[in-house]
């Protein structure tokens, strides 16, 4: 207590109350001035011009924290582009290399197209469907093959109309003696069917 006894000085007494040390400052103006020192001016000033400064510090600060953000969010969204982009040309080279494959083995290039994208996309069903369906026109393309290449057969059915003696002879020039003998059984079985 002795800061406040020297402060109030005669004013001050034992066992004041708060409102009687408050009446006692008014009356002593303890810590009232009418008139700020030229210090204490000056240094408001001062504060002042370095709060305004740091706010304008603050501003500068937020743009470029705004011009940042903004930079990487185009950052981001170019690397995102790129991904996709880089994803896009995988699948691309994926499918024309299953499409040149398919191709290869035969398939027609629907066929390769819709297989080769089943098969970049994981659906296996759709790839065994077509499967399926390339086995079944290779079936059907061997036989036709097949057709194409059997001799028709002569007019007539069985062995009416062959000429067994102009066979024969022409066995005889030949000197196949084998078939001279085939000629010679197949013409004596015709004349015993009566043909």
């Given at each position: ?69 903004a930079a990487e969010q185009e950052r981001k969204a170019e ?117």
């Amino acid at each position: 207590m002795s800061f406040l006894s020297d402060l109030l000085g005669t004013a001050y007494k034992e066992g004041m109350t708060e409102e009687e040390i408050s009446n006692a400052l008014q009356t002593a103006k303890v810590g009232i001035q009418t008139e700020p020192a030229p210090d204490i001016t000056k240094l408001k000033e001062l504060l002042s011009r370095a709060n305004g400064e740091a706010a304008d510090y603050k501003k500068k600060l937020r743009e470029k924290q705004t011009d940042a953000e903004a930079a990487e969010q185009e950052r981001k969204a170019e690397q995102e582009r790129l991904l996709q982009e880089n994803k896009d040309l995988k699948r691309s080279i994926a499918l024309s290399e299953r499409k040149s494959k398919l191709i290869g083995l035969g398939y027609t290039e629907d066929l390769a197209t819709e297989t080769a994208t089943a098969m970049v996309d994981g659906d296996l069903d759709k790839v065994i469907a077509n499967q399926s369906a390339f086995l079944a026109s290779m079936k059907q393309e061997i036989l036709k093959d097949q057709m194409r290449q059997t001799p028709r057969p002569g007019a007539g059915a069985g062995n009416a109309g062959v000429d067994y003696d102009k066979k024969i002879s022409e066995a005889r020039v030949s000197g196949d003696n084998a078939a001279v003998a085939y000629y010679t059984r197949l013409q004596a079985q015709a004349e015993q069917s009566g043909e």
